[in-house]
């Protein structure tokens, strides 16, 4: 039975929790499709492709910065700084270090991402265009996969189907309707076993059930606007995240978070929500009161969840360069996975 204490302790968090958990998730008769040197070619082939593709999709350009101790608020700075005009974003090759992450097999203590930033209109602040926006990087992931596979035709497991042509859209509120009784990662492994890629949209918006799907920074996404009219139901939210079915590892995998930025009035309402009031004094919450920086959507793609499943790898380790416990190694030892360091 799920009690409310497993809906809370859901909420944030990221990792399994033990090694004695991660030694279930890994397979056992684990064989890598590549070689560690068509791995490497690989993971440079699909990085071009996927950032090709974005530049293409988004109408991004690639820029280069140095920020030290920062969310990713700064992006939206940024398109002021870069002067990007309406329809005009940015895209950053971020790497940066996270030191509360459990270290698992889709968790690491290094985390790469393409974070990307791109000016809209007000009138661009609906589902409509951040569907339009989701099936777009969701056309370059797709495309990235059907090229790998085409070049390395190894990948092309019989095993393990191709990522679906069309992702599911559905929101928070709906899955919540459909599995009442399961914490949030739990109705998160149902829905992706049913859809094997989905976008779950509306995180951060206090459900029926008197939580978030997930626990969202209240300055950052826009998740309190109003959606019934285009939903048809009581939804609120201009966020989400792209989940898919790793059939390696035979649990849910996270590519991307990303939404509709708020605006003063919506930052003014979450703040207040969330009771972080005080923040309205920060420099980046000025800014957005004052009308100083655009409206903008955003998010950002995991490079090394990307590489890991379009690779076919069991361990975040087989693509990403970074430290790991002597446990955690000891495990993939066992399960003949070979982690970078």
């Known amino acids: 039975m799920t009690t409310i204490s497993d809906k809370q302790a859901d909420l944030a968090g990221p990792g399994v929790s033990t090694y004695e958990e991660v030694a279930k998730i890994l397979p056992t008769d684990y064989k890598p499709l590549l070689s560690p040197k068509d791995t490497m070619k690989a993971l440079f082939d699909v990085k071009r492709y996927i950032e090709d593709g974005l530049a293409r999709e988004l109408n991004l350009q690639p820029i280069r910065a140095s920020v030290v101790q920062a969310a990713t ?42 974070d990307w930033e791109k000016v809209i209109t007000a009138d661009q ?57 399961l914490p949030r990662k739990q109705r998160e492994t149902k829905i992706i076993q049913e859809y094997p890629a989905v976008f779950i949209y509306g995180i951060g918006w206090t459900l029926a059930d008197g939580y978030p799907h997930e626990m969202r920074a209240a300055d950052y996404d826009d998740w309190v606007t109003d959606t019934s009219a285009e939903t048809g ?72 969840r990307t590489y890991m499943l379009l690779l076919r790898k069991a361990h975040l380790g087989e693509v990403s360069v970074t430290v790991w416990p002597d446990q955690l190694k000891e495990v993939c030892e066992e399960r003949n996975i070979v982690v970078l360091e």
């Not at 790497?95 to 290094?110: E, M, Q």
């Not at 926006?133 to 070049?151: L, M, P, S």
């Not at 390395?152 to 919540?176: C, M, N, Q, S």
């Open 73 to 114: 608020k700064w992006k939206r700075m940024a398109l002021r700084q870069f002067d990007c005009a309406v329809g005009e974003g940015i895209n950053t090759d971020m790497k940066a270090v996270r030191k509360d992450y459990f270290l698992d097999h889709d968790h690491s203590s290094y985390v790469d991402q393409w």
């Open 125 to 181: 602040r609906n589902l409509a265009f951040l569907k339009d926006t989701v099936q777009r990087i969701w056309k370059v992931i797709k495309g990235a996969q059907d090229y790998a596979f085409d070049k390395y035709p190894a990948l092309d497991d019989p095993r393990y189907p191709r990522l679906p042509d069309e992702l599911v859209f559905i929101h928070a509120e709906e899955i919540l309707e459909m599995y009442p009784d």
């Open 233 to 304: 139901k009581d939804t609120h939210g201009l966020n989400g995240d792209i989940l898919v079915w790793n059939p390696i590892t035979k649990r849910r995998h996270e590519l991307t978070s990303m939404g509709v930025r708020v605006t003063k009035d919506t930052l003014v309402t979450q703040l207040e929500m969330s009771g972080q009031m005080d923040y309205l004094e920060q420099p980046y919450h000025q800014a957005i009161l004052n009308d100083e920086i655009p409206l903008s959507i955003g998010g950002g793609i995991g490079q090394s």
